[in-house]
């Protein structure tokens, strides 16, 4: 009698999981560090110690306790134990104290301390992630266990991301050109043909439709006086923020995530036009 053979699961959706866990927690990291800076700066100018993050080793801290305190949220959110979460946060901060400690010795020179961190920080987190590769090289879903603020948290996560990208805008806002206004409709049009959305001759039409509305704003801001281009581009960037929204909640032609990542991404964009420019 023949054994019947058990297919062995493929290693490649195995590295798959975990290539994705490390994507995932350095966009958390980043967008950690960019979201939470303002609030750092805005806490220590109230108490008077705006010029403190000058200093090469608070300023290391500050950049891992942010990543630390986002990538926790996103790992908690993914379902990841209070073990593999503190060995992660280990993996933040272990590297700057490393460079902190000859800095405080008058070995190690300051400014090399965040990007000096930086650099050992990628090795520390692979090192954690292969130590227990079994861990991350699988899929993950979200416990139903999870805090109602951390399944808040990660489930926005799209716009958190916008908010992060977009930051700049509140302090250097900029209209983009005119013609970028056409990539707007165009990803609808791309997302739909990959994902087969486009099949019902209705759902194309209004695609189209959009379209052929985004050229029409890209010529009249294209031969417009400056003032009257920005806002025609601003009420441009502002209806696609309406449009991503009703596709959101209709899970129609583009994936979740992307028509919440780009409703506020757009929003972002058109009221720092309006009220910066």
Same mark, same amino acid.
């Given at each position: ?21 490390? *994507? ?38 500050? +950049? ?20 593999? !979460? ?59 266990? *999870? ?13 958190? !991301?916008?908010? +992060? ?46 379209? +052929?509305?985004?050229?029409?704003? +890209? ?49 972002? !964009?058109? *009221?720092? !036009?309006?009220?910066?420019?």
């Amino acid at each position: 009698m023949t054994l019947p053979l058990i297919a062995e699961p493929s290693a490649a959706p195995r590295w798959r999981h975990f290539f994705r866990h490390a *994507v995932e927690m350095i966009v958390a990291m980043v967008v950690g560090m960019v979201l939470l800076a303002p609030i750092w700066n805005a806490v220590l100018t109230w108490l008077g110690l705006d010029q403190a993050l000058e200093r090469p080793d608070l300023a290391g801290l500050v +950049a891992a306790t942010d990543m630390t305190v986002a990538m926790t949220v996103w790992m908690l959110y993914r379902g990841h134990g209070r073990a593999r !979460i503190v060995e992660m946060g280990a993996a933040m901060f272990v590297p700057y104290l490393l460079l902190i400690v000859p800095y405080w010795l008058g070995i190690f020179p300051g400014e090399h301390i965040l990007m000096g961190g930086h650099a050992l920080m990628m090795p520390a987190m692979a090192v954690a992630m292969l130590a227990h590769r079994g861990k991350y090289a699988r899929h993950h879903h979200r416990p139903h266990a *999870v805090h109602p603020v951390i399944g808040v948290l990660g489930h926005r996560a799209p716009t958190w !991301i916008a908010l +992060a990208i977009t930051l700049d805008n509140w302090h250097s806002p900029f209209v983009p050109p005119p013609w970028a206004l056409l990539v707007l409709p165009a990803g609808y049009l791309f997302f739909g043909a990959v994902r087969g959305r486009l099949r019902d001759s209705r759902m194309l039409a209004l695609q189209l439709a959009g379209l +052929a509305l985004y050229l029409v704003l +890209a010529v009249i801001a294209a031969n417009a006086d400056p003032s009257t281009a920005a806002l025609v581009i601003a009420a441009g960037w502002g209806f696609h923020s309406v449009w991503d929204f009703a596709h959101h909640r209709a899970d129609a032609v583009v994936p979740r995530w992307w028509s919440e990542w780009c409703a506020v991404f757009d929003l972002v !964009i058109a *009221v720092t !036009i309006v009220l910066f420019w």
